[in-house]
């Protein structure tokens, strides 16, 4: 049988499955993760050592390498992330900051007014704002986290970095901005995700496939034959009815 943690106890990924009402505080932080991904179309992994402090400060509460130190940098201009902390890397993962999209802008500012009145560092906490010391998001965890969302259960966390993808294709953005945005390549992402050019042209040709003009075509051709036979058969008709030519005669070379 399960011993109940008492509410001054760490909380942890465990006690955020729990369905007591004074654990809901718990999984709020967590929920945060399904905006974060689909707007930042971010490595889930990312997300238990994402901090709203510069990668220069020591980490409070566990251990991260000073080269993986991700942060959320807030300005008055505008939010970035730094997936990738601030270490330059030249790979087919492009790193370095991308901007908070600006539809998300407030929601995340929210959450950093909230988190800086407790002095909590971390963007995705536990309860009493203690870091989580693993290295994803427990798959547990993301069940009830969707579920409370009252998303589909069956989704993993790669889904919602999928859900950015789709976002972004029906609002006409091109893949090379996506690229740029997600810190990947547009080669990359046709690989995973195919060319949108070609589901638009897919779109494109439904609406233009059509047997009309083929059989519009049919019909010219089928009525230049029909109007050059009438006049063939016209022509034979006329040469039947009309009167024989008088016949002369030839004459010799001796006359």
Known sequence: MLRRHRRD????????????????????????AIPFKAYLATRHGR??????????????????????????????????????????HDGNKRRGANKVPVEFEPEVRAWYEADLERGCEWVFHKRDGSP?????????????????????????????KDLAVEWS???????????????????????????PRREALKEKAARQMSQGPWRERGERKANVTRLFKEAAGRRAANAETAAPLPFRRRRSADS
């Not at 760490?10 to 718990?26: E, F, H, I, K, L």
């Not at 901090?51 to 942060?71: A, C, I, Q, S, Y």
């Not at 989580?132 to 069956?154: H, M, Q, S, W």
């Not at 091109?174 to 195919?194: E, F, K």
Request: aromatic share 8%; with cysteine.
């Open 169 to 195: 294709d029906e609002a006409g953005m091109d893949r090379d901005t996506l690229a740029a945005h997600a810190d990947t390549t547009a080669r990359t992402l046709g690989r995973t995700y195919g060319d």
């Open 9 to 32: 106890q760490p909380q942890g990924p465990v006690q955020m499955r729990r369905a007591d009402d004074w654990t809901w505080s718990g999984r709020e932080a967590w929920r945060r």
């Open 47 to 88: 997300l238990p050592i994402t901090r709203w402090v510069p990668p220069e400060v020591e980490p409070k509460g566990r251990k991260l390498p000073k080269h993986d130190r991700p942060w959320m940098e807030v300005t008055d201009h505008g939010i970035y992330y730094h997936r990738d902390g601030e270490v330059h």
């Open 132 to 160: 989580y010391t693993g290295r994803k998001l427990c798959r547990e965890t993301f069940d009830n986290i969707v579920k409370d969302a009252g998303i589909d259960p069956d989704r993993i966390p790669h889904h919602l």
